[in-house]
């Protein structure tokens, strides 16, 4: 392959990488522009887990062998098997010198090795049908991330030390390409993240829920939207300070995230202020009362805190069509609303009180009624004259 073509190939590397919208893109992106640019036909982009001592392949293309996968959940292998990760991580990189790529053959033994030489990815190769490899560690922040691995069949041209060098190039522009997609990640998670609480955020809920909704009008899905207030948080702020709400907060969170995971793939979430919900996509709704009915109960054991008032609307219940995310969330929130009132200690659903459900009227209702609506509950159960 010429200069040109290798620039070229660089450049369609950066660029793939560049387009990719979540890591696994970005990771599939890297190995396949590796494997073009090296003219291979498999590779694989591995990250070296320093806590567990292992390398865990993250992405394999190309023409896979039997049992191999695009993305493998658990294909992984102890470091103590690749001894070269240590002689050119470390003590090559100690020495003064640059971490560089290897070659290595399925004949063995590799150049510059001892007769009788054969490791790990020898046998690999071998077992795999694969006449040779070069192999790139990735250099990030630093630090060795992982490795970039591109293999040829049995007959093809054998990589040679130009091929090793272009490797380590490749290799670079991985790392700036994992990097600025750990970078941009980060970003994304900032934007849809609450960061008192580490649950999910407004923003993110508006998205959550619109694809729900469009789910549930597709196929039928059904939606379950639990809308909460946290009570007495104003109190704890006034008399105890607000560093001391904010613990109340995140407790609370913690609560709302142990109940929500009783119901698989649910989203919880901060709104808010004092506000939190869960949103359902699946569980009957019978499901969603229950890790409610849970959440009343444990939010009431909190110290300093006053319960929670707790509203539930889903698409199962009698409340109409669901056309929007919108008419949902007002119903979810009229039902918290009227559990507010009322100073309920268990979760208000709307649609369960039959046709003429006070909560399905409240959401319902244009603004003006809806303000009269909501005093007739504030009245109906305001606190006694002291």
């Known amino acids: 392959m010429g200069d040109d073509s290798r620039l ?27 494997c ?34 695009e993305f493998p959940e658990d294909e992984s292998y102890p470091v103590h098997q690749f001894a070269e990760i240590t002689e050119f991580l470390h003590e090559q990189w100690a020495g003064g010198g640059e ?22 990815r020898v046998a ?21 991330w992982g490795e970039l691995y591109v293999a040829r069949p049995v007959g093809a041209p054998v990589f040679d030390r130009a091929d090793a060098d272009f490797a380590t190039v490749l290799a670079s522009v991985v790392a700036a390409g994992i990097a600025q997609t750990e970078r941009l990640e980060e970003a994304r998670r900032l934007a849809y993240t609450d960061a008192l609480t580490g649950l999910a955020n407004r923003r993110a809920v508006d998205v959550h ?21 946290l009570n007495g948080l104003k109190r ?26 009783m119901l698989p793939g649910t989203l919880a979430a901060r709104l808010g202020g004092d506000e939190f919900c869960l949103l359902a996509v699946g569980p009957p709704s019978d499901e969603v009362v229950k890790a409610a009915d849970e959440l009343c109960r444990r939010a009431a054991e909190l110290e300093l805190g006053e319960g929670v008032a707790c509203g539930v609307a889903s698409t199962e219940d009698a409340i109409g069509s669901v056309r929007s995310a919108r008419r949902l969330f007002r119903l979810a929130d009229a039902a918290q609303y009227r559990a507010k009132a009322e100073r309920a200690d268990r979760p ?18 244009p603004s003006e009624e809806a303000n009269g609506e ?3 509950f504030r009245g109906r159960h305001a606190p006694p004259e002291p």
């Open 8 to 34: 070229a190939s660089v450049v369609a590397l950066a660029q793939g990488m560049a387009a990719a919208h979540s890591s696994r893109e970005a990771w599939r992106a890297a190995a396949a522009g590796a």
């Open 36 to 69: 073009r640019a090296l003219g291979g036909s498999f590779a694989a982009l591995s990250m070296w887990e320093r806590e567990l001592g292992r390398l865990r392949v993250l992405v394999n293309v190309g023409e896979l062998a039997e049992g191999e996968e």
């Open 99 to 120: 971490p560089g790529a290897w070659v290595e053959t399925a004949e063995g033994p590799a150049a510059g090795r001892r007769p009788g030489y054969c490791h790990q």
């Open 124 to 144: 690999a190769l071998r077992r795999r049908g694969r006449g040779c490899c070069v192999v790139a560690p990735i250099i990030l922040h630093g630090r060795a």
């Open 209 to 229: 829920l619109e694809r729900a909704v469009e789910r549930h009008r597709r196929d039928g899905a059904v939606v379950s939207l639990v809308v909460c207030d």
């Open 236 to 261: 704890v702020n006034d008399t105890h300070g607000h560093a001391v709400g904010d613990r109340l907060l995140e407790r609370f969170g913690s609560v709302l995230s142990l109940c929500g995971a």
């Open 348 to 365: 208000v659903v709307a649609g369960r009180e039959g046709p003429d459900d006070p909560v399905v009227r409240l959401a319902d209702a």
């Open 374 to 376: 909501r005093r007739r």
